[in-house]
């Protein structure tokens, strides 16, 4: 049976990539730093996942797994050297820790003659996140083993669309294998990533150039999930699910996301009403009672959420460069400023320096927004307004 190696079995490794992977034929090693999960997985050689809708629920049986715990780094080299496909899901700041051991795998590959392409996607939120991946493995390598990952190891981009709620406590306690998940099942990949084909995986769907499924997701995706959230907490409002349903916030969100699909639309020209189709089966996603997905959860971070180049100025600055009014994302950027979620401790930091500077200096400094700038009026405006309504 062909073999798959997959870096983290959380929320995405276990709860998407592996239940791809099972479902392509491969038996799959999972790799993760978490004891009981990986005795659970060894003990059935299996996991449940459940997808789950407001309509029905689902049980799909993944197998043949096994789980390999990552500090035992023979065993996890041994894993690469056979593997057909990879994959991470580890969280960008943990890359730096899988490379060394992809690399003494990448050594065994080499040692043993294999003539087989391994292809890695690289499932993180991080930008250009193969190509980093790649570096990491690189430096890790001997010398003499640099030429041979140039012609038989891809990295590959991927962009991971699927909601996957954290599992409770006593679902975990009762079962620590099992994961929750809607059942969406796109994962579009980087052609131009892949040495040779790209092998046939479920749900994969390779694409060249790859630029425009990577701010879809972060300037139509992102974006609505974070106007939600941000405008959900001013709300009051605890679930995701619960903003959507009040039709002004309902509106907002809408709006910011079809301002982004515009300007991809100029900027891309996909097929007509593609990106609109994309936007209506987003939102209809986002109503999934079953995820419980809170406005803690999708508005944590707003420091992050705020960058230059991220899901709402990012996307607002896109939308000016085509020509399009970022009228929804403006209220966004201006939401996302004004929340001071008590269990968020970056939220609270933005909430400081609020207090100590005046908006224009944490626009220019967080932002990257200064005066002069198109959207600087904008937003200080709408922010003002909010806050003169006691929003924030």
């Known amino acids: 049976m062909k073999e798959a190696i997959v870096f983290g079995a959380g929320n995405i490794g276990r709860g998407f990539i592996g239940q791809l ?12 730093v978490d004891q009981p999960l990986l005795d659970a997985l060894n003990r059935r050689g299996e996991y449940t996942v459940r997808l789950v809708t407001n309509e029905q629920s689902e049980e799909v049986t993944v197998g043949p797994v096994r789980g390999v715990h990552a500090r035992d780094v023979d065993a996890v080299a041994e894993a690469v050297r056979r593997a057909s496909i990879g994959a991470t899901a580890v969280g960008a700041g943990a890359l ?3 490379a060394p051991t992809i690399a003494r795998g990448i050594e065994r590959r080499a040692q043993a003659g294999v003539t087989e392409p391994l292809n890695v996607i ?62 969406y099942k796109e994962l579009p ?10 092998p046939a995986i479920v749900g994969m769907i390779p694409y060249a150039p790859f630029a425009f499924f990577t701010e879809r997701k972060l300037y139509v995706h992102n974006a609505g999930h974070a106007v939600l959230a941000y405008l959900g907490y001013l709300g009051g409002y605890e679930y995701g699910y619960e903003a959507l349903a009040d039709d002004e916030i309902y509106f907002q969100a809408r709006g910011a996301m079809e301002e982004s699909a515009l300007a991809l639309t100029r900027k891309y020209h996909p097929p007509a009403g593609a990106l609109l189709a994309n936007v209506d089966d987003l939102l209809h996603r986002f109503g999934n009672l079953a995820l419980g997905d809170t406005i803690l959860r ?6 992050r959420k705020l ?19 970022p009228t929804h994302l403006v209220t966004g950027i201006a939401a996302a400023l004004c929340f001071d979620h008590p269990d968020d401790p970056i939220a609270q930091e933005l909430q400081a320096r609020l207090a100590a500077a005046d908006v224009s200096h944490i626009l220019a400094a967080v932002c990257e927004i200064k005066p002069g700038d198109p959207l600087f009026e904008m937003v200080v405006a709408r ?9 924030c």
């Open 21 to 32: 992977f099972s479902e392509s034929g491969y038996a799959v090693t999972l790799v993760d």
């Open 96 to 98: 730096k820790h899988v």
């Open 122 to 183: 690289v499932c993180e939120n991080l930008k250009g996140a193969a190509a980093i991946l790649r570096e990491l493995v690189q430096a890790a390598l001997a010398a003499g083993d640099r030429d041979f990952m140039a012609e038989q190891i891809g990295f590959v981009d991927t962009v991971i669309a699927r909601m996957v709620p954290p599992l409770t406590p006593e679902l975990r306690a009762q079962d620590p294998s099992l994961i929750i998940v809607e059942p």
């Open 189 to 198: 990949v980087d052609r131009a990533g892949f040495v040779g084909e790209p």
């Open 298 to 303: 999708l508005g944590r971070d707003p420091l």
């Open 307 to 325: 960058a230059p180049s991220d899901r709402l100025v990012g996307a607002a600055r896109n939308a000016l460069a085509v020509g399009v009014t």
């Open 383 to 391: 922010y003002r307004e909010m806050a003169a309504q006691r929003a």
